[in-house]
């Protein structure tokens, strides 16, 4: 299948379109006021289990009514069947990309990339589904062959007609080379070189990132968590140039 059949959102040109902040809080108001906060400076925002939990998708028209575009990050992994009609489900809301767990199944996988191509077939622009290689608070399984993992999952799911992969920013330039430039890379983790890693175990420069072959980074702490959130957005947007 070509990228051209998948559907997902186009791919960002721009530095600032590349930066997407991760809204980890666990209740609209925080998270709209760090929006509010941000302003121009921040296009997409990552929604994740905690906050949609918590406000469902009353917050993503929010984030929507504010010119803001929506990753809703909320991990599926389940039946075919279940994980296809959440899919179906959650393409109600403003919501452009979306997670799910490779190791789900191939069965899984095409049932999910089928019913976003339904959709974009009947409806127009669907989501892009981004398969979750291996969480970046997570050690690689196999020491020796660090990457073989991460790898062989984003094949597994680029055969499966999924738009894209969420990875560490250290596999980019692996993935680009086993897999090529197609499906869109997501890589968290993300921290400045003189940044704390909090919880990550695997994480990288913006730099390394979008050298690698990222389309997009996700930003969480060292944005939200900062002194001077703007300031924050700009330096890692400017180090994305
Ligand atoms: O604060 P920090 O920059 O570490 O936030 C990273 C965000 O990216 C979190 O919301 C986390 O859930 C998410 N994420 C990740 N690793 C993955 C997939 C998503 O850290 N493989």
Request: proline share 8%.
């Amino acid at each position: 299948m070509t990228e051209a059949q998948i559907p997902g959102p186009d791919r960002p040109r721009a530095a600032r379109e590349r930066l997407i902040v991760a809204l980890d809080f666990q209740d609209a108001d925080a998270a709209l006021a760090m929006v509010d906060r941000l302003g121009e400076e921040v296009t997409w925002y990552k929604v994740g289990m905690e906050l949609f939990y918590a406000e469902g998708g009353q917050l993503l028209h929010a984030l929507r009514g504010r010119g803001k575009r929506v990753f809703l990050d909320l991990k599926l992994h389940d039946i075919p069947n279940t994980m296809a009609m959440a899919v179906r489900s959650l393409s109600r809301l403003p919501v452009e990309l979306c997670t799910l767990h490779i190791p789900a199944g191939s069965e899984a996988l095409r049932a999910c990339a089928a019913e976003v191509r339904r959709i974009a077939e009947t409806r127009g622009p669907a989501i892009g589904l981004l398969g979750v290689t291996r969480l970046t608070s997570l050690s690689p399984p196999d020491v020796s062959d660090p990457w073989r993992d991460v790898v062989s999952l984003a094949g597994q799911a680029m055969a499966c007609g999924i738009y894209g992969w969420i990875a560490p920013a250290a596999a980019a330039p692996l993935l680009r080379g086993a897999h090529g430039p197609c499906p869109a890379l997501v890589c968290p983790g993300i921290r400045l070189p003189e940044g704390a890693k909090q919880d990550q175990v695997t994480v990288g420069t913006p730099e390394e990132a979008v050298r690698g072959g990222a389309d997009w980074i996700v930003v969480g702490r060292p944005v939200t968590r900062a002194e001077d959130p703007s300031a924050a957005a700009r330096e890692i947007v400017r180090r994305l140039v």
